[in-house]
T-cell receptor, first 110, second 113 residues
Framework: DAGITQSPRHKVTETGTPVTLRCHQT?????MYWYRQDPGHGLRLIHY???????DKGEVSDGYSVSRSKTEDFLLTLESATSSQTSVYFC?????????FGPGTRLTVT | GDSVTQMEGPVTLSEEAFLTINCTYT??????LFWYVQYPGEGLQLLLK?????DKGSNKGFEATYRKETTSFHLEKGSVQVSDSAVYFC????????????FGQGTELSVKP
């Protein structure tokens, strides 16, 4: 257990509304990541962070923003949710060059 | 860019059968390679890893060998159990900074008693 929690675990929202997902870690790891999981695509990187206020884009960053104001929290925001953002979102941390994943957030955009 | 290709599933086996899940990769440099497992309704768990050519990762009876000459990292287990039913993901650490992972599409394994 790498001490990673995600909230909420499930969310249903309407198209066009903003949504923020939270990832919280308890072990002070420098690197944190947001991935989305979709059938046939495995997991794809959205954004990652390499320190407080230091973030960078991943493979599928369009429509998403992130923020990291504290080491322990990494927020993913969908500014205006679309149906194509219906997915399962996983947060991860890096420890000893390995990544450990949170339990996921299932987001449905109707 | 870097990529990972896994054999398509679902794979259905009887208990105690031999398992192979194929994984091949394309990458620049010398990536580390990983297998993750996802049980229903859960997040991904690191199963095993290998960091250089000819390394063998192993855990819980699963094994995979980093073959640079064939750019492969096939997952094997000699005798599967019903409890091994899950989705298995092959991944590599991508080029550039940040330790980003590139995943294959996942292979679903179902083991029948």
């Amino acid at each position: 257990d790498a001490g990673i929690t995600q909230s909420p675990r499930h969310k249903v929202t309407e198209t066009g509304t903003p949504v923020t997902l939270r990832c919280h870690q308890t072990e002070n790891h420098r690197y944190m990541y947001w991935y989305r999981q979709d059938p046939g695509h495995g997991l794809r990187l959205i954004h990652y962070s390499y320190g407080v206020k230091d973030t960078d884009k991943g493979e599928v960053s369009d429509g998403y923003s992130v923020s990291r104001s504290k080491t322990e929290d990494f927020l993913l925001t969908l500014e205006s949710a679309t149906s194509s953002q219906t997915s399962v979102y996983f947060c991860a941390i890096r420890a000893s060059y390995e990544q450990y994943f949170g339990p996921g957030t299932r987001l449905t955009v109707t | 860019g870097d990529s990972v290709t896994q054999m398509e599933g679902p794979v259905t086996l009887s208990e105690e059968a031999f398992l192979t899940i194929n994984c091949t990769y394309t990458a620049t440099g010398y990536p580390s390679l990983f297998w993750y497992v996802q049980y229903p309704g859960e997040g991904l768990q690191l199963l095993l890893k290998a960091t250089k050519a000819d390394d063998k990762g192993s855990n819980k009876g699963f094994e995979a060998t980093y073959r640079k000459e064939t750019t492969s990292f096939h997952l094997e287990k000699g005798s599967v159990q019903v409890s091994d039913s899950a989705v298995y993901f092959c991944a590599l650490s991508g080029e550039g900074r940040g330790g980003k992972l590139i995943f294959g599409q996942g292979t679903e394994l179902s083991v029948k008693p």
